[in-house]
Structures are given as C-alpha cells and as structure tokens.
C-alpha cells in the first residue's frame, strides 16, 4: 500500500536526481544552442535523428503532443538550423522532417549526456541482478506514465 511517507520519499529522490542530472559536469558541456533547447525539443531532434525521413504526423502519433504544440517544436528547432522541413516525394502536400548538420552536432552531445546519465544509473547497481531489476522498472515505470 502506498502512503504519504512513501510519497514524500520518492519525490525527494526524484528531484534530487533531476537536480544532479541538469546540474552535472556533462550538461556544461553542451553547445549554447543546445543548452536552450526543452526536453521536448531534444525528444523530437531524437526521433528525427533515429527515423530519416518521417513525416510530422507520424511524430504527432509517437510523441502524443497536439499538433500546435509540434507545430511550434519543429518552428523553432528550424529557425535555429537544426531541422528542415521537406516536401514528401511520396505524398507532395506532406512535409517529412530531416536533421541538419548543426542538429547532427546537437544530437551526439545530448547521446553523450544521455549515455553518460545512464552509465552513472547501471554504475550504480552493485550485481546484475540490481542491474536487470532497474532496466526492467525503467521500462515498466516510462510505459506506466
């Protein structure tokens, strides 16, 4: 059963392991551009970077955003260089979305800190069974959420 203490506790945990991630020696590392970009811009630059090619409505679909918010997403990652908009050569009155070489720049850096983060996570398991139990929560906790 859950209870208040419980709560409490996790939620701690939660923004004390945030806190240390935004703050970390990797973040400080990343370029200005990148170091303006949300977590919602860096999850659709990561989309765009893993599918070449997709079209804005197949991301609407994976990142369950209303198309205005997407809208301004893709707006703003253009207008600062890091993806294009191009015409469908399958459907001409769609736009896929391809990732420039600036935005190529902006990915590895984010993957860094994404591994580095994730390095520090299974670090921190004393077996593989630690280690097996927290990939598993990870997977079970993001698909609950």
């Known amino acids: 059963m859950i209870n208040d203490e419980d709560i409490k506790i996790v939620d701690k945990a939660i923004h004390e392991l945030v806190y240390k991630m935004i ?7 990343y370029s200005d551009k990148a170091k303006k970009m949300s977590m919602l811009d860096f999850r659709a630059l990561r989309l765009v970077s893993e599918n070449p090619g997709k079209q804005i409505k197949d991301l609407l679909s994976i990142l369950q955003i209303p198309n205005s918010t997407l809208t301004s997403v893709i707006n703003r990652l253009e207008k600062r260089g890091i993806l294009r908009r191009v015409i469908s050569p399958e459907d001409r009155r769609s736009f896929n979305l391809e990732i420039t070489e600036e935005g190529e720049i902006i990915q590895e850096e984010h993957m860094k800190f994404d591994y580095e983060v994730a390095k520090k996570y299974l670090e921190a398991t004393e077996n593989d069974q630690e280690k097996e139990f927290l990939i598993k929560f990870l997977r079970r906790l993001a698909e609950s959420l």
């Not at 703050?23 to 590392?29: D, I, L």
Request: net charge neutral.
């Open 23 to 29: 703050n970390s020696k990797f973040m400080n590392e």
